[in-house]
Every structure is written in structure tokens, then in C-alpha cells.
């Protein structure tokens, strides 16, 4: 079926929307830097991964898969530099639009993974999505060719949050397919239990690939504006309602989500995964400027540290994210 028909109208203009608004965030965050002159596909060959559901079908190497039967993609040195995922939250909670961000918490992980997705391949990187709710609903393998920005974001446009989560046992089913080294973006209100969050994730971790947790939040759940008799309805189960005064639950709820925030923060610490609070309320270019500036400094430290930074460079193990840094500022040389 032609894409023509899979994708409507409505759809195709939301699709366009959602490309200008990335392309304006990430010439925003780059403003004043050079690209970088990285051009073309080397072919000089580095390793072999497994294949993953969406691999182009020419990169299979067929004489290993008959020595093997397994199937295995060959890349190539310029393929190897950056591979990342980009995980976004499906559940029914990120259904959540306060009045004064505007926008739902959905809405807003997309914005943000169509934004991460157009810098990767700005810098001809590869990006991949996958979106999750009781597993996975949709999954497409990381490329850098061009096209497969538009086939990211007319996924992202079509996908609808909507039910309970389960996104501790969707990172585990991530993780149990063998998505190979990376980086590896989860884009979640992360409204789960925080210790088995973390740990899913660091069966990725385990397998090579770094961590970032986009935590997204509606400033309504922040600071709890409510005062009066208010109506709270479930959106992961809709049948769960309650009345309340909530001017007699603020605190107690303010007190609950800060022993939350705090268990979440330690337990990605615990296992080296970097966490990213934000609001839909704050600005994009912002969010993503303020995240690089911070990699930025680790760079800078690592090149400070001597034994430790050529340690890590001998066995080109500096981190994925530490190479778009490196990239985006060139032009300050």
C-alpha cells in the first residue's frame, strides 16, 4: 500500500509541522557552529552485529549466516561511530495536557524525539525508534540515510498513548532482542516503579549501549495547582475516578512525588544512567542546549584526566553523545 494512503492528510501536514519545529530547534542549540564536514560511507570494516527486525536486507552477511545460522549485519567504520535509540512512552498517562503548558506530555515526547532524531542525522548518525506501551508497537532500526527521518516522524505522528503501562517489561523485550552498543534515549514520564525502571535499563547498559532518561512532566504534576472539589480521572484505567478537596492532599501529594523524584535520581545514578527532568512548559531549544552543554563539560574532563582519557581513547570507547559535542563545536577551532 502506497504511503499515500497510510498516512492522511491530516497527518502528512502534522508530519511537516513536527520537521519544521525540529529543524528550528536543532539550528537553534547549533546556532553559530559548523557541521561536520564528515561526508560519505567508509569502507573500511569494523564489526558485525545481529540483525534487528527493519536492517536493510543487503547488509546481512549471507556467508556468516551459513556458517552460523544466525543472522548478522556487517558495518563498516563510518556505521559504527553512532547508533541510537530512541524509546518514547506510549502509556496513558502521557495523555496528560495541563492548561498552561498547552500541550500533552505526549505531544511534547514527540516533539523531542523528532528533534533528537533530526540532530543525530544532521551529524550522519543513526537513529531508531521504538515506541512502547505493553511491549513494543512499533520498531524501526536506526539509519542514517535522509529518508528515514520522514518514516521516524510519520511514525511518531501516528502513534496514540492509551492504556496502563508496562514499560519495565517493554525495555526488558528491547533489551532480550539485542539491539547492539549505543545510546539509548528514553523519553518517559517514567510513572513506574523507579528501582525496576533502572534496572531494565541497565540490562542495556550491560550490553554496551549509554543511557539518558528524558523524564517528561506537566507542571500541573510538579506543583499540584488544584484547590478546590476537584475530579481526578485515570487515563490508564478510565473507570478509576475520584472526588476530592485537594487543597487537604496537596501536601501529602507534594511530599509523595519528592520521595519519588528522589528514589528515581538514585536509583539512575546507582546505575550510571544520566537522568533529564523537564517540564512541557519549557522550551525545546532550551532542554537540548542545556543537555549538550552538560556532556560538553564531561568531554572537557575526560580530556583533562590524563591516564583516564587515553585510556579511553585507545580502545575508542569515548561516549556516543561526547562525539556530537565534539562535532557541533568545531567551528570555536
Not at 497527518?11 to 537553534?28: C, D, F, H, K, Y
Not at 532524531?117 to 548518525?125: G, I, P, R, V, Y
Not at 512532566?217 to 495547582?225: A, G, I, K, Q, S
Request: charged residues 25%; contains cysteine.
Amino acid at each position: 500500500m502506497p504511503q499515500s494512503k497510510l498516512i492522511s492528510a491530516v497527518e502528512r501536514e502534522q508530519i511537516a509541522q513536527l520537521q519544521l519545529l525540529a529543524l528550528g530547534v536543532v539550528e537553534g542549540v547549533t546556532a553559530g557552529r559548523h557541521r561536520s564536514l564528515r561526508r560519505g560511507a567508509s569502507v573500511e570494516f569494523k564489526e558485525h552485529r545481529q540483525y534487528v527486525k527493519g536492517d536493510e536486507i543487503r547488509s546481512i552477511d549471507w556467508k556468516l549466516f551459513g556458517k552460523t545460522d544466525r543472522l548478522y549485519i556487517r558495518q563498516y567504520e563510518d556505521e559504527t561511530n553512532l547508533r541510537a535509540w530512541l524509546l518514547v512512552d506510549q502509556s496513558g498517562s502521557m495523555k496528560y495536557a495541563g492548561r498552561r503548558a498547552g500541550l500533552s506530555k505526549h505531544t511534547y515526547a514527540m516533539r523531542l524525539a523528532a528533534c533528537l532524531a533530526t540532530l543525530l542525522l544532521s551529524q550522519q548518525d543513526a537513529a531508531g525508534l521504538a515506541l512502547l506501551n505493553e511491549g513494543i508497537e512499533r520498531l524501526l532500526a536506526p539509519r542514517s540515510n535522509p529518508s528515514h527521518l520522514q518514516a521516524l516522524f510519520a511514525a511518531l505522528v501516528q502513534s496514540k498513548p492509551h492504556g496502563p503501562a508496562q514499560l519495565v517489561s517493554s525495555i526488558e523485550e528491547i533489551a532480550g532482542r539485542g539491539i547492539g552498543k549505543g545510546l539509548v534515549f528514553l523519553i518517559s514520564d517514567c510513572f513506574t516503579t523507579p528501582t525496576k525502571l533502572a534496572t531494565a535499563l541497565s540490562l542495556l547498559r550491560h550490553g554496551g549501549s549509554e543511557i539518558v532518561i528524558f523524564q517528561v512532566l506537566d507542571p500541573d504534576e510538579c506543583d499540584f495547582p488544584f484547590r478546590s472539589l476537584t475530579e481526578f480521572r485515570s487515563l490508564e484505567i478510565p473507570q478509576q475516578l475520584r472526588s476530592m478537596d485537594s487543597s487537604k492532599v496537596r501536601q501529602a501529594y507534594l511530599n509523595r512525588l519528592s520521595a519519588f523524584q528522589r528514589e528515581l535520581s538514585e536509583a539512575s545514578a546507582r546505575e550510571k544512567i544520566e537522568l533529564v527532568t523537564c517540564r512541557t512548559d519549557q522550551n525545546l531549544v532550551e532542554v537540548l542546549a542545556k543537555f549538550l552543554q552538560s556532556r560538553g563539560r564531561q568531554v572537557n574532563h575526560l580530556a583533562n584526566s590524563g591516564g583516564e582519557a587515553r585510556n579511553l581513547d585507545a580502545n575508542r570507547r569515548i561516549t556516543t553523545m561526547q562525539r556530537i559535542w565534539r562535532r557541533v563545536t568545531r567551528s570555536r577551532r
